[in-house]
C-alpha cells in the first residue's frame, strides 16, 4: 500500500519561498507519476505541478516560473520548491502518485502553506 506523507509547509511573507517534501513508500517510486495539488477553503483541488517517472514536467499556469518540481528517485521522495509566494497561494498542498489513468491514485495527508501580505 502506496504511503505518502508531505512536509515543508508553514507560513511565510508575500515573496518568500517554501520547499516541500513529499516522502513515497510501499511501492516503486520510479514507475509513478508524482503531482501536487492545492486546495484553498471553499475551493476545488487544482492541480499545481506533476512530475513523470522520467522526469517530464508540467505545470499549472497560475504557478509557472515560481515554482518547480522535482524528484529524487534515490530518496523516494518528490519536492515542490515554491518561490516568489502571494497570497493566493495559501492553501493545503497534496502529494498525489500515480501509475497511469487506470491506477487508483494515492494521497497524503496535506500541508498547509500560509502566505501573509
Known amino acids: 500500500q502506496v504511503q505518502l506523507v508531505e512536509s515543508g509547509g508553514g507560513l511565510v511573507q508575500t515573496g518568500g519561498s517554501l520547499r516541500l517534501s513529499c516522502v513515497f513508500s510501499g511501492s516503486i517510486f520510479s514507475a509513478y507519476i508524482m503531482g501536487w495539488y492545492r486546495q484553498a477553503p471553499g475551493k476545488e483541488r487544482d492541480l499545481v505541478a506533476e512530475?513523470?517517472?522520467?522526469?517530464?514536467?508540467n505545470y499549472a499556469d497560475f504557478v509557472k516560473g515560481r515554482f518547480t518540481i522535482s524528484r529524487d528517485n534515490a530518496e523516494n521522495t518528490v519536492y515542490l520548491q515554491m518561490n516568489s509566494l502571494k497570497p493566493e497561494d495559501t492553501a493545503v498542498y497534496y502529494c498525489?502518485?500515480?501509475?497511469?489513468?487506470?491506477?487508483?491514485?494515492?494521497w497524503g495527508q496535506g500541508t498547509q502553506v500560509t502566505v501573509s501580505s
Open positions: 498525489k502518485g500515480f501509475i497511469d489513468a487506470f491506477d487508483r491514485p494515492s
Open positions: 512530475i513523470t517517472s522520467g522526469g517530464r514536467t
